[in-house]
Each structure stands twice: as C-alpha cells, then as structure tokens.
C-alpha cells in the first residue's frame, strides 16, 4: 500500500488561524473533516490519517511555527518510512492570485521561509509542493503583516470553494500522481 505524507504550513496560536500565512493548516483542516479524520497532538505536530482507494495519507500540520517546518517533516517522513517522492507540501504563494492553485514536482522555495527551511534541512528540493495563491495586495513593506492579516470579506466569500479544489487536488496526488495532478488542476 502506498503511504503518502501532506504537511500544511502554518502557524500555531488561536491568533493565526484565519491568516493567509495558515492556508496549509485550513487546507488539511478541510480534507480532514470530508474524510472525518480526528488530529492527534504528537511528536512536533498534530498527525491524522485516512485511507483513500487503497491509499494512506498521513495529514501533518507542524507545532514547529512556519520557518522551522523542516524538523517536523524530516522527523515524520522517517518514523512514517515515506519516500520524498510521496511527501506533498501545503503553503501560501503571494505570486499566485487570490485562490489560484498550483502544484509542482520540485522547485525553490520561491522565497517562502517554510519551504526554504525544509529545503536545508531535508537537504533537497526535490518534493511536490501546493501553493495556494494569497495575491499581494499589500503596500511595500508590508508583506508580513499581509501574510499575516485575515482573508478580505470578498476573498473570504470565494475561499470555501477554492479549498475544496484544493481537498480534491490532495486526494488526486495519492490517486493519480504529480504530473496528472498537475495536468488536471493547476490553473484552476
């Protein structure tokens, strides 16, 4: 049976969890409550798993606050025995427009800290990542407090839809592979 491990990026904390910068966290929240899994507080994170046509996915949300996400994803990807190809990587893109969804076999870390710490300590670039799209409606200098501000009414309106693509993207990358994913749902 292949074994798959989906890590949401996010930030712990009550004052985090409708920020942009925790899509990863609400992403995985979501396909959570569609496949009626309970999370756990373990081991650098809170795990949940579910089995989906033959496969088993293992959801991670790390505790590790959003630039030290390597540690936690070495650490489950290990005790797991995940190989990298099967590791998918929740985040947010401030390139991508509001809600646009895409995915890649491998890549930079296109400046995201979350990715570049998992980067360094996984030691490669060389995993899926879902970036979700945040838009950069902010004033120079202000990235960080738009990462971390909360969804506009306008975008919290149209986010419901987009992280239900975003659940169905995630069960597609067990079910039918990166580059099919890919064919079918970036753009979207």
């Known amino acids: 049976m292949k074994k798959y491990l989906v890590v949401g990026l996010g930030n712990i904390g009550a004052q985090y969890t409708d920020t942009r910068h925790n899509i990863g966290f609400r992403i995985l929240d979501k396909i959570a409550a569609d496949q009626e899994v309970v999370f756990d507080n373990q081991k650098l994170g809170t795990v949940g798993r ?91 200098g202000r990235q960080a407090d738009f990462v971390l501000g909360k969804w506009s009414k306008e975008e919290g309106e149209q986010l419901s839809e987009r992280i239900e693509k975003s659940a169905e993207l995630i069960r597609s990358f067990g079910v039918s592979g990166v580059h099919n994913t890919m064919n079918s749902f970036n753009g979207q």
């Not at 990298?84 to 991508?96: H, S």
């Not at 890549?107 to 979700?132: E, M, T």
């Open 50 to 140: 579910f089995r989906f046509k033959g496969r088993t996915f293992v959801l991670l949300k790390p505790s590790t606050y959003m630039n030290l996400s390597g540690k936690a994803v070495r650490y489950w990807l290990g005790k797991e025995k995940i190989p990298m190809e099967n590791l998918l990587v929740i985040c947010d893109d401030l390139n991508l427009p509001f809600g646009s969804i895409r995915l890649k076999e491998s890549g930079s870390d296109g400046g995201h800290n979350g990715l570049k710490d998992i980067n360094a300590v996984l030691q490669s670039q060389n995993y899926a990542r879902f970036r979700f799209g945040v838009g950069n409606d902010f004033s120079r």
